[in-house]
C-alpha cells in the first residue's frame, strides 16, 4: 500500500490525527488503548521499545480491521508503565499500579461519556498487570474492556521465528524495532549490536527458576543492561513476520467485536 494511502486510512483510525469534525461524524464501536513504558532496554535499544511497538502494532491491526469494516479508533498511547523493579536503572519512568488504575478508569469513564462501549486495553509492557483493573471495574461501567497482552498471545509463532525465546529487549523485541524504527537501534562501526547477550542469573531457588512460585524480580540482580534474552540474531524479516502472526489474530477480533452488539448475554 502506497504510503500517502496509508496515511489517509490512519486519520480515520487515529484519535490523535483527526479533527472534531472527523470525530462527530465516525460511528465508532471500539476503541483500542495501546500500554507502553519508558525504561532501558539493554544497550541497543531505545527507552521508547514497548511505545513503539504498541503504537505500531495497534495502528497496524486498527487499519487492518477498518478497512474490513471495522468502526475502530485507536487512542493515543500510554508512554509509561509499572518500573518498581526496575528504579536502580535511570529514568525507568514508573506508575504505581495504582495509579494505572485511576488513569484506566478515568478514561473508561470518558468513553462511556462519548458513547464507546468497547475497549481493548493492548498491553506492551510485561510489568504493567492490567487484569485486575478489568477486574475492579467490572459491574461499575457500561464499557466491556478486553485485554490483550501482544506477547504473550504469540509464544507460539514466536517459538517458530526466533532462534532463541525472548523476555526483555531479546530477539523479538529487536526484530521489531529492526522493522519499523531501525534508525532508533544502536550499532557499533562494524554495523553488530553493542548490546550484551541477554543473560540472567538464576534463581536460588528451584521453585522459582521452574515457575512454580512467582515474585517481583529486581532486574538489577537478574541482568547487567536490563536485557533478558540474546538479541544478536535479529532481523527486519523476522520482526516482519511476527507482526503478520500478530495481524492474523487481532484483526477478526477487532472487526467481530465492532459488529456484535452488547446485549444481556455479551461476550457469549
Given amino acids: 500500500?502506497?504510503?500517502?494511502?496509508?496515511?489517509?486510512?490512519?486519520?480515520?483510525?487515529?484519535?490523535?490525527?483527526?479533527?472534531?469534525?472527523?470525530?462527530?461524524?465516525?460511528?465508532?464501536?471500539?476503541?483500542?488503548?495501546?500500554?507502553?513504558?519508558?525504561?532501558?532496554?539493554?544497550?541497543?535499544l531505545p527507552y521508547g521499545t514497548d511505545i513503539f511497538e504498541a503504537e505500531w502494532i495497534g495502528r497496524e491491526s486498527c487499519l487492518r480491521a477498518a478497512e474490513m469494516g471495522a468502526k475502530i479508533v485507536l487512542l493515543p498511547c500510554?508512554?509509561?508503565?509499572?518500573?518498581?523493579?526496575?528504579?536502580?536503572?535511570?529514568?525507568?519512568?514508573?506508575?504505581?499500579?495504582?495509579?494505572?488504575?485511576?488513569?484506566?478508569?478515568?478514561?473508561?469513564?470518558?468513553?462511556?461519556?462519548?458513547r464507546i462501549r468497547k475497549l481493548v486495553l493492548l498491553n506492551?509492557?510485561?510489568?504493567?498487570?492490567?487484569?485486575?483493573?478489568?477486574?475492579?471495574?467490572?459491574?461499575?461501567?457500561?464499557?466491556?474492556?478486553?485485554l490483550c497482552n501482544w506477547y504473550q498471545m504469540v509464544r507460539d509463532a514466536a517459538g517458530q521465528i526466533f532462534d532463541m525465546p525472548d523476555d526483555h529487549a531479546g530477539?523479538?523485541?529487536?526484530?521489531?524495532?529492526?522493522?519499523?524504527?531501525?534508525?532508533?537501534?544502536?550499532?557499533?562501526?562494524?554495523?553488530?549490536?553493542?548490546?550484551?547477550?541477554?543473560?540472567?542469573?538464576?534463581?536460588r531457588f528451584q521453585a522459582l527458576e521452574k515457575g512454580w512460585v512467582g515474585m517481583t524480580r529486581p532486574w538489577h540482580l537478574l541482568t547487567t543492561n536490563s536485557g533478558s534474552g540474546n538479541p544478536h540474531a535479529a532481523s527486519a524479516e523476522k520482526g516482519n513476520r511476527l507482526m503478520e502472526v500478530i495481524c492474523?489474530?487481532?484483526?477478526?477480533?477487532?472487526?467481530?467485536?465492532?459488529n456484535e452488539p452488547i446485549d444481556e448475554s455479551f461476550p457469549f
Wanted: glycine residues 4%; hydrophobic residues 40%.
Fill in 1 to 44: 500500500m502506497a504510503n500517502h494511502l496509508i496515511q489517509n486510512a490512519s486519520k480515520k483510525i487515529c484519535l490523535s490525527e483527526m479533527t472534531l469534525a472527523e470525530v462527530r461524524q465516525a460511528d465508532f464501536q471500539v476503541a483500542v488503548l495501546p500500554f507502553g513504558a519508558t525504561e532501558p532496554h539493554n544497550l541497543h
Fill in 78 to 114: 500510554l508512554p509509561y508503565g509499572t518500573e518498581s523493579n526496575l528504579s536502580t536503572f535511570p529514568l525507568a519512568m514508573n506508575l504505581q499500579p495504582s495509579t494505572v488504575m485511576k488513569v484506566v478508569e478515568d478514561l473508561v469513564h470518558t468513553l462511556s461519556q462519548s
Fill in 124 to 146: 506492551s509492557h510485561g510489568g504493567n498487570d492490567l487484569k485486575p483493573i478489568l477486574r475492579e471495574l467490572y459491574g461499575k461501567t457500561d464499557v466491556q474492556i478486553f
Fill in 171 to 203: 530477539e523479538m523485541e529487536t526484530s521489531l524495532i529492526l522493522a519499523y524504527r531501525p534508525e532508533l537501534v544502536a550499532r557499533n562501526p562494524d554495523g553488530s549490536l553493542p548490546a550484551d547477550m541477554g543473560q540472567t542469573r538464576p534463581f
Fill in 248 to 258: 492474523e489474530r487481532l484483526v477478526p477480533f477487532f472487526v467481530q467485536l465492532s
